[in-house]
């Protein structure tokens, strides 16, 4: 059985009335109410706005103070590479700038194996995947259908998550 929202009204007893609402009519007091229940809608509305604006902006932070700290991580790599580049203005040791080059690389994989960040694997010979795997080419090889020929970029995950994904050569099988 349904009842109107009217029917399940109660009504305020007349004697705890305010002197302001005590001469009312039963349709001005609901109408009274019905503002009230308004503005407390708008503000309950008001209230939500303000929450959603500040999980935004504190999601924004968030993002910004983690940026921060990995380009604060980074920022002796960068220092490394510019030391890199003003040695290879003047020396003509190749060896001892290969040297410098493979430290730097070093000292950036360990900062992101330390923050989750990990090469995903792309050796030729192993089987495509489509999950971690973008195949930019299909060429006829004797290396099986469906296998990696040569990897052209590489891709990296974020604990787990691709980041980037490998990009690769893929074989077609043998020509016929």
């Known amino acids: ?15 705890t009335l305010q002197p302001e609402t005590a001469n009312l009519s039963d ?7 019905l503002e009230e229940w ?13 929450m959603q604006r500040r999980a935004v902006q504190e999601r924004a932070d968030l993002e910004h103070r983690a940026a ?6 980074l920022l002796p790599v960068l220092d490394d590479l510019y030391a890199a ?9 190749a060896t001892a ?18 923050s989750g960040i990990s090469v995903i694997e792309a050796e030729a010979g192993q089987l495509f ?13 004797d290396v099986p259908e469906g296998h990696v020929i040569q990897t052209v970029q590489r891709g990296y995950a974020l604990h787990e998550r691709v980041l980037r994904h490998a990009k690769v050569i893929t ?6």
Do not use: C, W
Request: aromatic share 2%; no cysteine.
């Open 85 to 93: 580049v003003e040695a290879s203005r003047t020396s003509s040791d």
């Open 129 to 141: 995947n489509v999950d971690v795997h973008e195949a930019l080419m299909l060429t006829p090889s």
């Open 68 to 73: 921060e700290r990995m380009i604060h991580k």
């Open 38 to 50: 308004k503005d407390l809608a708008h503000r309950r509305s008001a209230e939500i706005a303000n």
């Open 171 to 176: 074989s077609a099988g043998p020509t016929q």
């Open 27 to 33: 349709h001005e007091l609901l109408l009274k109410e």
């Open 97 to 114: 700038l290969q040297q410098g080059l493979e430290m730097i690389y070093t000292k950036t994989m360990k900062i992101f194996e330390d």
């Open 1 to 15: 059985m349904s009842t109107s929202s009217s029917e399940n009204h109660v009504l305020p007893d007349p004697e």
